[in-house]
């Protein structure tokens, strides 16, 4: 049985490499996975578009659930992913996609996992795998469950979810360059843990526009560079605006009715356009 999951990108409030709370919203970039398990051994992975990808983090979210079949006859996986959330851009690629395929791989196997079950199992395999610092449960949550979610890294607990204004487009500015988890400078972040920890409080009593900032902000420091891209963004007329995860991406937020505005002001190249979602509230 070929088993079928799917995730979604997000951006951040506040990176939890500073203090172990972080918070993140989601938005409609997706990923998608399949994984059969075979009776032979071997992990075989295509990440669509990406073929110099490390493949552990697929090999250990299919090893993640076998775990849980002891009896089972299959060793192996034939692993898939296709997905339009660029790679190591800060927008959450590895959450989405361990996500997905957790939930590919249980759908296989019959598993009953629940998305928030789902998250914590992506924060574990994303720490062993080497593709996040913290394990990113606040990314792992925003990315599946949708919403603005606030979150204790440490202890992979869900403080708090609410729905993000729908008012707003997400604007994602690209450089061309990547930054990969190994070469973010995390203990220049912890030296800022003071001024994060009163981003989160502040945005988690409801000003979530100028924790971005902030948190953003605080993240170039530690990099070495400007918010110049959030500056011009804000002076373009974006309510929000700031470096997201571990960067280089630049996540925007911009009133929708004025979106073609302030493309014309502040340029359409580099960019990625995306939907704000907020998952199910029921």
Do not use: W
Not at 131 to 141: E, L, P
Not at 150 to 163: E, I, M, S, Y
């Amino acid at each position: 049985m070929i088993g079928r999951g799917i995730s979604y990108g997000a951006l951040s409030v506040i990176n939890a490499i500073a203090t172990g709370k972080g918070a993140a919203f989601g938005i409609d970039l997706k990923t998608e996975a399949t994984v059969e398990f075979t009776k032979e051994p071997g992990f075989f992975v295509t990440i669509d578009g990406h073929t110099t990808e490390n493949t552990l983090l697929a090999e250990l979210c299919a090893q993640e659930m076998l775990k849980r079949c002891p009896d089972s006859e299959m060793k192996g996986a034939v692993i898939k992913t296709v997905s339009d959330i660029p790679i190591s851009m800060g927008l959450k690629s590895s959450s989405a996609a361990a996500n997905a395929m957790l939930a590919a791989a249980a759908d296989a196997l019959d598993i009953a996992a629940s998305p928030l079950e789902i998250s914590r199992l992506g924060t574990n395999v994303s720490i062993a795998a080497g593709v996040s610092i913290t394990g990113a449960f606040d990314d792992a949550c925003a990315c599946m469950l949708g919403g603005l979610v606030f979150t204790d890294n440490f202890a992979k607990t869900l403080l708090h979810r609410v729905p993000m204004p729908e008012t707003c487009t997400a604007v994602i500015h690209l450089p061309e360059f990547q930054i990969r988890k190994t070469a973010f400078p995390k203990e220049k972040m912890r030296k800022m843990a003071d001024t994060v920890a009163k981003a989160y409080d502040r945005a988690l009593a409801g000003d979530v526009y100028s924790a971005m900032y902030i948190n953003g902000s605080c993240t170039c420091r530690a990099l070495g560079i400007t918010p110049e891209t959030a500056d011009r963004a804000l002076a373009c007329g974006a309510v929000a605006a700031g470096l997201s995860g571990t960067g280089p991406a630049t996540g925007i937020l911009v009133p929708t009715d004025s979106l073609n505005e302030f493309l014309d002001a502040f340029g359409r190249e580099n960019i990625l356009i995306a939907n704000i979602r907020n998952g199910n509230f029921a």
